[in-house]
């Protein structure tokens, strides 16, 4: 399984005019009122503001405190924001795909020149510390913790009544330790082995070794963390690219999957045993997180070395996609499909000029024989 993103700098970042690497002006717009893809992207604009660039942040998400060469330019949730908008595409492949589809997908996935992958940019190789509390809770199980969370954008205290009675039966007859980030301070019935709160720092909990196992909705974020971390998963996808997260993180042997429809205690706790207890999940992903850690620079170096590699060469037209240049015919084919029409059509004409020439000689035969037995 190979977990992408991809950084093009024509969508996610524009850059102004400059002379050198040298103190650019970065301009960055992500207007998206989720803030998963401005996590993702931000550990990237604080980089290159240290690194003395001035960066300017279009986003819903201002920063908490100010950072020395970085301005926000806060875009309010449900604004509007300009008469028309040219941006990236969102959780374009998260449906369920048909079998012509997943066909298709047998096939290597090309990339252009000034497309580079830096999936995990976000994950900090050293981890932040935990709050007190929650280290010494986790240092304190040994036999085990689950880390449950539905996301940013889901919210658990919306599940519906019956699913969260099914879920903290679950909890009770299991007596596993669950940190669970739930949006509310109190949760009636809830078992003393779980602990509530809000938010926490997902990929800090994560790190922790004694966290076993990893309740997830399959976001993109969090199945990459997860990856990197070495957590298996059992996902509950609700929207947009969770299910296909989900769907390959099960082809890839570390996840199990339940519909959030059709969740009962049955299936959940069913569920939960066998990741558990079967080790083949925790080893498969350990195997993706080995592989994931092994590369010569990491996902934000390596975003950081191609921004600035950018700047310094005035824009790297060299590496844009050479379809820029192409006609309109030329870059929607329909040259080649012109030709490839005209050849298909003289082919049958051929074929019709054969045929009737062939049943011309044959019907010339066949009345020759006839007077010449008459």
Not at 150 to 171: A, C, E, R, Y
Not at 192 to 216: D, E, G, M, T, Y
Not at 336 to 361: D, N, T
Request: with cysteine; aromatic share 12%.
């Amino acid at each position: 399984m190979v977990i992408r993103s991809i950084l093009i700098f024509a969508l996610f970042v524009s850059f102004a005019i400059f002379n050198s690497a040298e103190g650019a002006k970065i301009l960055s717009i992500f207007p998206y009122s989720g803030p998963s893809q401005y996590i993702f992207i931000s550990p990237l604009l604080k980089a290159l503001a240290e690194r003395g660039h001035e960066v300017t942040s279009i986003s819903t998400f201002p920063q908490k405190k100010p950072l020395k060469n970085f301005r926000d330019v806060v875009v309010m949730e449900n604004s509007k924001i300009f008469d028309e908008m040219v941006t990236e595409l969102a959780a374009g492949e998260g449906a369920e795909k048909s079998f012509f589809e997943e066909f298709m997908e047998l096939s290597n996935v090309p990339l252009c020149p000034n497309m580079i992958e830096v999936g995990g940019l976000h994950i900090k190789q050293k981890p932040d510390p935990l709050e007190e509390d929650l280290q010494k809770f986790l240092d304190n199980s040994p036999e085990g913790v689950i880390y449950f969370s539905m996301g940013s954008n889901v919210k658990s205290k919306d599940l519906p009544p019956q699913t969260l009675k099914d879920i903290l039966s679950t909890f009770a007859e299991l007596k596993i330790k669950v940190l669970w980030k739930f949006e509310l301070e109190e949760l009636p019935n809830k078992p003393a082995n779980v602990v509530i709160r809000k938010w926490f720092n997902q990929p800090s909990i994560l790190a922790h070794p004694n966290v076993k196992l990893f309740i997830s909705h399959g976001g993109y974020l969090s199945t990459t963390e997860t990856i990197f971390h070495g957590k298996p998963i059992l996902g509950v996808p609700v929207m947009g690219d969770q299910f296909m997260n989900v769907k390959n993180s099960v082809k890839a042997g570390f996840a199990l999957r339940l519909d959030l429809r059709s969740l009962t205690k049955e299936k959940f706790k069913q569920n939960i045993q066998e990741l558990w207890t079967n080790p083949k999940y925790s080893n498969a992903v350990k195997k993706l997180s080995k592989r994931f850690r092994d590369q010569p620079l990491t996902p934000i170096e390596t975003a950081i070395f191609w921004v600035e590699y950018v700047l310094r060469h005035d824009g790297a037209s060299h590496i844009r996609n050479a379809g820029q240049d192409l006609s309109f015919w030329q870059y929607h084919n329909i040259d080649v499909y012109v030709i490839l029409s005209s050849f298909i059509v003289v082919v049958f004409v051929l074929m019709a000029v054969f045929i009737s020439f062939v049943k011309k000689i044959i019907c010339g035969s066949s009345k020759k024989s006839k007077i010449k037995k008459n």
